[in-house]
Structures are given as structure tokens and as C-alpha cells.
């Protein structure tokens, strides 16, 4: 299955990728939390919050604008991606500058040293912004191997500095930060080189391509925008709330959460570049199926990371990590959720109606930035772990009415495709242990 150049093909190549994604930044995170105990691990988090935060906020929707027009006219992928790229560095360098002003609000109750550190490290929003313009032309072409390698190379290589700082003794909240902000280089240098020599941008043309993809980009901007909010605002918000210890609590029991997402991670990297411009019921029947598969895959992940939390946490972290537990497994059903609304929101992408998904995810945020400020002072990391499921809940059900109430067609089966999903995942276990 991981052959060829068809859709199962890549669905199994991403599939692999965000495995190797997942375990890279949760064996990272191991490290740092045994190296650097909760205190240290929650500094790290603060200095890298606000650069990846940022670099998701300043996308202004030219990823997904991107994919979509170039799928269109694959010959102007040339002058599209030129547009792009100019706008995507414009866009982190402005990025990079809000964050400088807003850091000492932001990272309040960090002494002054580390608000210097965490003020250096923006520079890299600018990284990150390019890096969301290398994937969507990588991806526009299908080249859906190179694009996981590009994904694959800044967890790996951050798991590799953080071996490397804590065999030598180097290990700190500062030299953490540098690691995981130094390792996104690689990946982008060689994605950039990729689409210089086979898209050959067309640099004087880059205006007029800005212009062409402007229309789209801003209506999936929104709801792009909100998508970021709901997966970084909450480190955002309770930086400022919790001390260093508990917010490196917070933060492993969050990275720990996401083994659930892997798959979604990997059908959504797929799904909306094959289903772009392709007629409504096909877009509707192949969603059905994808949500199908991925609710079966993160429900039976769910469940056994909810009965092995503690021992996992107590195991993998330390015992210092234990008290996380409950918070642990409301952050995994929560990433269960997310994950079903994650694929099914690629409908709306694909059939031209990025505004739904603005309203997908701005329900959500209305729910989950209150409920942060509410429930995050008086109840700590189960507090903000709690205001995070109600929020995916609420984006769950906006999901089903957007289809039913306001494009009037009927919304993707995902329970309906549970059995089928059954059926060939019995077919792929057999077939992997022949």
C-alpha cells in the first residue's frame, strides 16, 4: 500500500509520516521533560509558543489558496507559487513584529531574560511561514512523498539535538528553544530548492498571481485562522495563567494527546488535493469514507490511551507527570473529536466554500477562549483540558448543520462507512503480516 501513485498509496505514505511525526515529538518531549523536569518544561514551551503561533496566524489562507487554484491551472503553478512565496515572507516578517510588541503581555510572569530570549526566537515566525508555502506547492503537484519529508525532517531533527544537548549536558530551556527552532531549516532549505528547479517560479509575474488567489485565500483565511486558534491559542492563554511547572504538565499531557491525530494528520494531507474541483457527490462519497476510517482508527486509539494513561505518563515522563492523568484523557477525547471535524471540514474546502469553515471553527472559539479564561484559573490543566472538548464538541455538531441547514445537501455518513473501514483494515492487517 505504500507503492504507487494512487490515492490508498498516499494516504499510507502520509499515514507513516505523521507516525514518525508523532513518536519523533513525543520521544522529544520525554527527553526534555527527564532532562528538564515540569518547571524546565514548561519554560521551553513559552519561548517556542509564540513563533509557531504566529507563523499559523499569518498564513492569510495562501496555502489552501494555493492548492486550490494551482490544482485548477497547474500551468501558472509557476507564477502562483511566486505570489505566494512573496506574500508568505511579507506576512511572517509582520508576524515576527507584532509578536516582539505583544511578548511581555503575553509571557508576563517570565523573568526578563527569558522575554529577551523568547523576543530573539520570533525571527523564526518568518521560517515558519515559509514552510506553510513549501507544503501547498509540493502538494499541489501530488508529490505527497517529498511533501512528508518536509514534515518529517523538524521533529526528527529536533529529536536529534535534544539527544545530543542532554548526552553532552547541555540541556536548558534556552538551548531547547534553539534546537527545535533551528531544526526547521533543513526541510525548508531543501522544499524550497525542489520547487525552484521543478515549478520554476515566475518572479515578475508574482503580483498578478498575489491578485488571483486573493479572493479565495481571504475567505479561508478565517476559517484557516480559527483552525490555527483552535490547536495554539490554548498555550497561548494559559502561558500567562499557569507557573512554569504546571504549564509543563499541561504541555506533555497535550503532546502525549495527539497520538490520536495521526490519523487525520495523514488522510487530510490527501484528501483536499485529490477531492479539489471534483463534482459535489464525488467530494461527498470519498469525505464519507475518509471520515468513516478515521473515526474508527482514533476511537480505537482513544481508548486504549484513556486506559493506559497514568502508567504512561508515570512511565514515559516520571512520576512528577502522573498528576496530569485526568487531564491527559479529557485532551484525548477531545483530539478524537477534532480529528473527525478535521476531515470533515475538507468538504467544505473542496467545494469551494471556505467560509464554512469559518464558521466550523469560530463556533468553537467562541466556546473554548471563555471557557479558557474561566476554567484554566479555578480548575487548572483539567479546567483547560475540559474548555477544549466542549469547543471541538460544539465544532462537531456546527459541522453537521452546516451541510443539512445551510448547503442543503446531506451530510457525509460517517458512521455508515464504520463497517467498510472494518473490512479493509482486517484486509490490511492480513495483508501486512503475510
Not at 44 to 62: E, H, Q
Not at 188 to 202: N, Q, S
Not at 399 to 417: E, H, N, S
Request: glycine share 8%; with cysteine; proline share 4%.
Amino acid at each position: 500500500m505504500l507503492q504507487g501513485a494512487g490515492a490508498a498509496a498516499a494516504v499510507s505514505q502520509s499515514l507513516v509520516a505523521s507516525v514518525v511525526i508523532t513518536a519523533a515529538n513525543v520521544l522529544a518531549s520525554i527527553v526534555t521533560a527527564r532532562y528538564l523536569g515540569a518547571s524546565g518544561r514548561g519554560e521551553l514551551a513559552a519561548l517556542t509558543t509564540l513563533p509557531t503561533f504566529l507563523s499559523f496566524v499569518t498564513t492569510f489562507g495562501l496555502p489552501s489558496g494555493l492548492i486550490f487554484h494551482a490544482r485548477r491551472s497547474p500551468e501558472r503553478l509557476g507564477s502562483l507559487v511566486s505570489g505566494v512565496f512573496v506574500l508568505s515572507v511579507t506576512a511572517g516578517v509582520a508576524g515576527a513584529l507584532v509578536g516582539y510588541v505583544v511578548a511581555p503581555y503575553v509571557l508576563a510572569g517570565f523573568a526578563s531574560d527569558s522575554l529577551a530570549v523568547a523576543r530573539a526566537l520570533l525571527a523564526f515566525t518568518l521560517v515558519g511561514s515559509l514552510t506553510n508555502a513549501v507544503i501547498p506547492a509540493l502538494l499541489s503537484r501530488h508529490e505527497f512523498s517529498r511533501c512528508n519529508a518536509v514534515r518529517i525532517a523538524q521533529p526528527t531533527l529536533s529529536l536529534i539535538g535534544m539527544l545530543a544537548l542532554g548526552m553532552l549536558g547541555w540541556m536548558t530551556p534556552l538551548t531547547g528553544a534553539l534546537v527545535v527552532s533551528l531544526s526547521s531549516l533543513p526541510g525548508l532549505i531543501w522544499g524550497f530548492a525542489w520547487i525552484h528547479r521543478e515549478c520554476k517560479p515566475v518572479w515578475r509575474g508574482w503580483l498578478a498571481a498575489a491578485r488571483e488567489v486573493r479572493s479565495y485565500s481571504l475567505r479561508a483565511y478565517s476559517g484557516e485562522l480559527l483552525s490555527s486558534l483552535a490547536t495554539q491559542v490554548d498555550k497561548v492563554i494559559v502561558v500567562g495563567i499557569f507557573a512554569p511547572a504546571l504549564m509543563g504538565l499541561y504541555v506533555v499531557a497535550m503532546s502525549l494527546s495527539r497520538l490520536v491525530a495521526i490519523f487525520a494528520a495523514a488522510i487530510v494531507t490527501v484528501l483536499f488535493p485529490k477531492v479539489s474541483g471534483r463534482p459535489q457527490r464525488e467530494v461527498i462519497d470519498v469525505t464519507s469514507r475518509a471520515a468513516g476510517a478515521t473515526t474508527l482508527l482514533v476511537g480505537l486509539t482513544a481508548v486504549a490511551l484513556i486506559a493506559l494513561g497514568p502508567a504512561l505518563l508515570r512511565v514515559l515522563y516520571g512520576a512528577e507527570f502522573e498528576g496530569a492523568a485526568l487531564a491527559f484523557r479529557l485532551l484525548v477525547l477531545e483530539a478524537a473529536v477534532a480529528s473527525v471535524v478535521q476531515v470533515l471540514s475538507q468538504a467544505f474546502m473542496a467545494l469551494d466554500r471556505p467560509g464554512l469553515v469559518t464558521l466550523q471553527y469560530g463556533s468553537g472559539a467562541v466556546v473554548a477562549v471563555p471557557l479558557l479564561f474561566l476554567l484554566a484559573p479555578a480548575w487548572g490543566i483539567e479546567g483547560a483540558a475540559a474548555a477544549l472538548l466542549i469547543a471541538s464538541a460544539v465544532r462537531l455538531a456546527c459541522t453537521y448543520w452546516c451541510f443539512k441547514g445551510v448547503m442543503k445537501i446531506d451530510a457525509p455518513r460517517v458512521l455508515g462507512q464504520i463497517g467498510p473501514s472494518v473490512s479493509l483494515l482486517k484486509t490490511a492487517v492480513r495483508a501486512a503480516l503475510r
